[in-house]
Nanobody, 125 residues
Framework: VQLVESGGGSVQAGGSLRLHCAAY????????MGWFRQAPGKEREGVAA???????TYADSVKGRFTISKDMAKNILYLQMNSLKPEDTAMYYC????????????????????WGQGTQVTVSS
């Protein structure tokens, strides 16, 4: 299982970015998928998650601004980020795991076994 993120960059506040996570070695339709972020000096936090049935979960801080989705034909997970704020600045990681998760676990980094290398998102004011 290999995950490769891309799409990060530097934008001004209010701008948008679309992150990609390409999966290799397995079909993402069979895995719980999530986006996480980690800012310097802070713990890794869950941003958005996608169950195998298509249900989505978002952290309160990004609700209404971020959208997680997947393209099963391309085996890619996306994170559309709109109305970006300086506090969204962080390294963003995608993660995958085959085990069923509760609504609380889906945004818990400790419940995912496979991780990408991360892509940096920087939002300036």
């Amino acid at each position: 299982v290999q995950l490769v993120e891309s799409g990060g960059g530097s934008v001004q506040a209010g701008g948008s970015l679309r992150l990609h996570c390409a999966a290799y070695g397995y079909g993402i339709s069979w895995y719980w998928m999530g986006w996480f972020r980690q800012a310097p000096g802070k713990e890794r936090e869950g941003v958005a998650a996608l169950d195998i049935d298509g249900s989505t979960t978002y952290a309160d801080s990004v609700k209404g601004r971020f959208t997680i989705s997947k393209d099963m034909a391309k085996n890619i997970l996306y994170l559309q980020m709109n109305s970006l704020k300086p506090e969204d600045t962080a390294m963003y990681y995608c993660a995958a795991d085959p085990n069923r998760k509760t609504s609380i676990q889906v945004l818990g980094a400790g419940y995912y076994n496979y991780w990408g290398q991360g892509t940096q998102v920087t939002v300036s004011s």
